[in-house]
């Protein structure tokens, strides 16, 4: 019906039936805009008929009409993951033009979602226009395609364009940042290749919490996995100073990496025996790696390796790792020391100092979002998690979310991340109304100064700091 009108109707009909797909019923106080938080979402089309209506909707596009043609833009959202590179194709072409338009609906945290590959065929006309994207270098346009190429899988078929290769290296070169690193680690020649390498060693010595993320999960998902990048793997492990090695620890999860073995073979063997469990923390370089964070003088660092170590069986079992635990000195950091011997969770008030949470903590909670409201403000009348915009009293609220033993695992740090939906049926511990709150997710600075704080960060060891 909708694909009908937009075929037959009249162009004022056409304008209402595209602003009536993505409308947002407006609430006193919220602009109307697509859903951030706690507002209302406009209708998603989930059809088997969703070709027809994506046809009706780019017929509506018209550089002439200026009115209709960002309607159409922002109608195509209602689409969602039935979205085709064809609907990708036209917004490339329209960014000179309607940059700012395509930028609000499609780009990051936008609902819209592109595509670049679907039904086992590369469109070169998209090719094309990517590459030439790149080359640009518009700022609306890279936010764009550099997300798109980032969620292809390492070495699709879409990425092996030499053209399209050589311009996503010279971005590369030219603009490290997270956005570029994670487009360019899904080329597998550039990241086979020196530029690579030499940009993940100076994005892991950066103080950007994003790019480090984007460096560390290089590292692990390109490099640690691969048997034949052994060399590698351990020059980035030892290049890991600060942030960078809290992130790579958080980050060493054996049921989520599993060892590339696709490009091992009889003419090319692993350089390094896999062990027999396929478990990366059996690999002697990376117990080593624990076993130096652990002693490590940055005490976050130790508590990353600490809280990594009794977690994992593999590492508890390595005597060298036993040893470093059982000589953490109680002077280079109280919380590693009360942890490294408790056997159940210590009291919150000899883990989490309140000086740093009124000062670095607090501060997160009552700052406004993209939606314009602050933690406080929702969580004001919110039974479960109380916020009251005093400090001794969110001291205790936050406390009550808080894993000593499991930081990473503590609600507080990963409530923000999530999305406001529920897979599970446990709606209170999978979905966050507010929605994401941090865009970087863990690679941000308020994940990491709450998981410092949680690790028994101290004012003092923070006072010279912003």
Known sequence: MLASKLRNGSRGQRLLVLTAMTTVVGVDG????????????????????????????????????????????????????LITPAFTKAMLRLLPEFGRTIADAWGPDSRGRLSLYRSGHVDIDVQQLVRETLNKRDPQGLAIVLPLLAELDYGHTFTREPYLTGAMEHLLRDELNEQTMNAAAVFWDVVNGPLMRSQVLSALESSNGALVRAAVSVVLERYLINPNMMELTLQYLAASRGLARRILLDALDPDRLTFRTDQVSAYSPPRIPIPADANILGLPHVQNFVRSSLQDKDPQVQAAALDLARKQPRLRQNGAIQ??????????????????????????????????????????????????????????SNSRFPLRSDAKADFRSVASKVDVLNPVASAILSKPLLPGTTTDGDVFRTSHNGGQRWPDRTGSSEYQVILEWIRGAQITEHQDKP
Do not use: Y
Request: proline share 9%.
């Open 30 to 81: 919220f602009p109307k805009r697509t859903r951030v938080g706690n507002d209302m979402e406009p209708p998603q089309i989930l059809s088997d008929n969703s070709a027809e209506l994506e046809k009706a909707i780019l017929a509506c596009i018209d550089p002439q009409d200026r009115e209709l043609t960002e309607a159409a833009i922002r109608a195509g959202t209602a689409l969602s993951d």
């Open 323 to 380: 040893m470093a635990i059982a000589t953490l000195s109680e002077g280079s950091s109280p919380r590693n020391h009360i942890v490294s011997k408790a056997m159940s969770a210590p009291p919150i008030e000899a883990i989490l100092d309140f000086e740093f949470f009124r000062q670095r903590v607090h501060p997160i909670f009552t700052k406004p979002g993209p939606d314009g409201r602050s933690c406080v403000m929702c969580h004001a």
